[in-house]
């Protein structure tokens, strides 16, 4: 029995990168060494869809389930795989359209929240806060966290909206996801950015990093995981 991790990736809005976080930071964990499973709870199926665009040769580093039928019990369907994966995650669909974020919620250790710097983005982010604040009075172990998605640093709108950020008062991550191709064809090979060619190592260094940063944030002290031989 082993112990598990939580991390759900939350919006209020769709296409802010919930499935790109969630199968960027899976893998990469699983290719630090740890057992680590994708829970795809949203019915548009990305991250299944992700996984399966892998080379058989090559699969996606770790399994990713379909459980979005389950819907407001998504919870209790993840608590089977307690004790049997370190880290789970579970990919929701837009919190607006289902009762899936909330169930997800309310067992997770960590709520990745995407944000894309634009004024609708911010304008959602409102609602899964006001979301997080009131199931932090269920689980009040849960941690969320803002992850600057989809950057495009030089432009104005996105310097406005790092500026406002501070004022959700949810923590933000030092890392940050900038707009590059590489996520993109990671997604049409079923890998991660590890895995393209030719590399992106910005892609690369930034995707390590959020990872650093979680492994951390959840008390986990070395990100590598001690494989016994």
Same mark, same amino acid.
């Given at each position: 029995?082993?112990? +598990? ?10 296409? =802010?990168?919930? +499935? ?6 899976? /893998?990469?964990?699983?290719? %630090? ?11 548009? /199926? ?9 080379? %058989? ?8 389930? /379909?459980? +979005? ?18 880290? &789970? ?21 960590? =709520?990745? &929240? ?25 689980? %009040?172990?849960?941690? *969320?966290?803002?992850?600057?998605? +989809?950057?495009? *640093? ?15 008062? &949810? ?15 990671? =997604? ?8 393209? %060619? ?6 690369? =260094? ?24």
């Amino acid at each position: 029995m082993v112990e +598990s991790k939580i991390i759900a990736a939350v919006n209020q809005k769709g296409g =802010a990168g919930k +499935s790109t976080l969630s199968m960027q930071v899976a /893998g990469t964990m699983a290719k %630090d060494g740890w057992r680590v499973m994708v829970i795809d709870a949203d019915p548009q /199926g990305t991250a299944t869809r992700w996984a399966a665009a892998a080379e %058989d040769d090559r699969p996606f580093p770790a399994p990713v389930v /379909g459980l +979005s039928p389950a819907g407001a019990k998504v919870h209790r369907e993840a608590k089977k795989f307690v004790g049997e994966y370190e880290f &789970i995650f579970i990919d929701c669909p837009p919190a607006v359209d289902s009762p899936i974020p909330q169930s997800a919620l309310l067992i997770a250790d960590l =709520a990745l &929240i995407p944000i894309i710097p634009s004024p609708p983005d911010l304008w959602a982010a409102v609602g899964i806060r006001h979301l997080i604040t009131s199931l932090q009075d269920i689980n %009040d172990s849960m941690q *969320p966290l803002l992850v600057v998605n +989809s950057l495009e *640093p030089q432009t104005l709108i996105a310097q406005d909206v790092q500026a406002i950020l501070p004022e959700f008062e &949810i923590p933000v991550a030092e890392s940050m996801v900038h707009h590059r191709t590489a996520y993109r064809r990671s =997604a049409a090979f079923g890998t991660t950015v590890h895995g393209i %060619d030719p590399r992106d190592d910005k892609a690369i =260094a930034e995707i390590e990093q959020l990872t650093s940063e979680i492994y951390k944030r959840l008390g986990v002290k070395d990100g590598r995981a001690k494989i016994s031989a």
